[in-house]
């Protein structure tokens, strides 16, 4: 049995889609799709959602990506007891038919606690491994950084400026194209888009995700799990997924891209400062 949990959040025709392609893999494994909504589903769109699953977490607030994620978790784990965990954005798609035979294999040769596919986009590179922050100088250089674009996106003739600096820096300077994802890697963080939990890692923790989260950074929290409990991370190059990215977001600020901007920018902020305290602290979390 594997179980995948979604998180939709004014976004349903993403997460049916994402259901649909799930119902297309082909395996002999039982297979459960539980969808968490972020309290943004009206009455008849949970029904017109019960048509393709069942397994709905209907909350009242929106509590994130972290919480939303391990209450759908829980659920699987109390009801299914699954073998795996796979978490995946609602805005991804499964084209590959044996998916879930590719990660019983991977399991059963890396015994992994955490393993992630390879993520394509529309520009068509992976984002697998994932480049993390690991370490308190460059959280906090990442920090200064972030509270900088929060004042430059909320000032008018600052974010004008820097709109021109980077259209003219595009003229001139090719946009670099991540190179990785070409080969499966042992011990590497993993991006947060779609990860797949074994029952060893789940039942080692409360909450699968750190739970303290509301946006951003979960891969981070991960990476510090693996490397003070000594976990097994594995990227699996031969597993994929199609990853649309940001489309919940998009469509929560569709008339404000400087509002999700600041949003984005201050969620970010949040979490590499608990990243931060984690790192200081040298706590199991």
């Given at each position: 049995?594997?179980?995948?949990?979604?998180?939709?959040?004014?976004?349903?025709?993403?997460?049916?889609?994402?259901?649909?392609?799930?119902?297309?893999?082909?395996?002999?494994?039982?297979?459960?799709?539980?969808?968490?909504d972020n309290a943004s589903l009206t009455k008849d769109e949970v029904e017109k959602l019960k048509k393709y699953t069942k397994d709905i977490i209907l909350l009242?607030?929106?509590?994130?990506?972290?919480?939303?994620?391990?209450?759908?978790?829980?659920?699987?784990?109390?009801?299914?007891?699954?073998?795996?965990?796979?978490?995946?954005?609602?805005?991804?798609?499964?084209?590959?038919?044996?998916?879930?035979?590719?990660?019983y294999r991977c399991y059963k040769e890396t015994n992994f606690d955490i393993m992630g596919p390879k993520i394509i986009t529309d520009g068509g590179e992976s984002v697998n491994p994932f480049p993390v922050y690991d370490n308190i100088d460059t959280i906090n250089e990442k920090i200064a950084y972030h509270n900088k674009l929060i004042k430059i996106y909320g000032n008018v003739l600052l974010r004008n400026l820097l709109a021109i600096y980077m259209k003219t820096k595009r003229l001139f300077v090719k946009p670099k194209h991540l190179e990785n994802g070409k080969k499966s890697e042992y011990g590497v963080a993993l991006h947060g888009c779609a990860l797949i939990f074994s029952k060893k890692y789940y039942k080692r923790y409360n909450d699968v995700f750190y739970n303290e989260t509301f946006l951003y950074h979960e891969e981070e929290f991960l990476y510090?799990?693996?490397?003070?409990?000594?976990?097994?991370?594995?990227?699996?190059?031969?597993?994929?997924i199609f990853h649309k990215e940001g489309a919940s977001l998009n469509k929560t600020f569709e008339k404000d891209n400087y509002k999700k901007l600041i949003f984005r920018n201050k969620e970010i902020v949040k979490s590499l400062t608990l990243l931060k305290n984690v790192y200081e602290k040298k706590e199991t979390i």
């Open positions: 049995m594997i179980s995948f949990i979604l998180l939709n959040y004014k976004n349903l025709k993403d997460t049916i889609e994402c259901i649909e392609s799930i119902n297309k893999i082909k395996t002999d494994k039982k297979i459960s799709t539980i969808v968490v009242k607030e929106n509590v994130g990506f972290a919480k939303g994620n391990n209450k759908g978790c829980k659920y699987a784990i109390e009801k299914y007891n699954p073998d795996f965990l796979c978490v995946i954005n609602n805005d991804t798609l499964i084209k590959q038919a044996n998916f879930v035979d590719e990660i510090y799990r693996k490397l003070h409990d000594n976990l097994i991370t594995y990227y699996d190059a031969n597993l994929e």
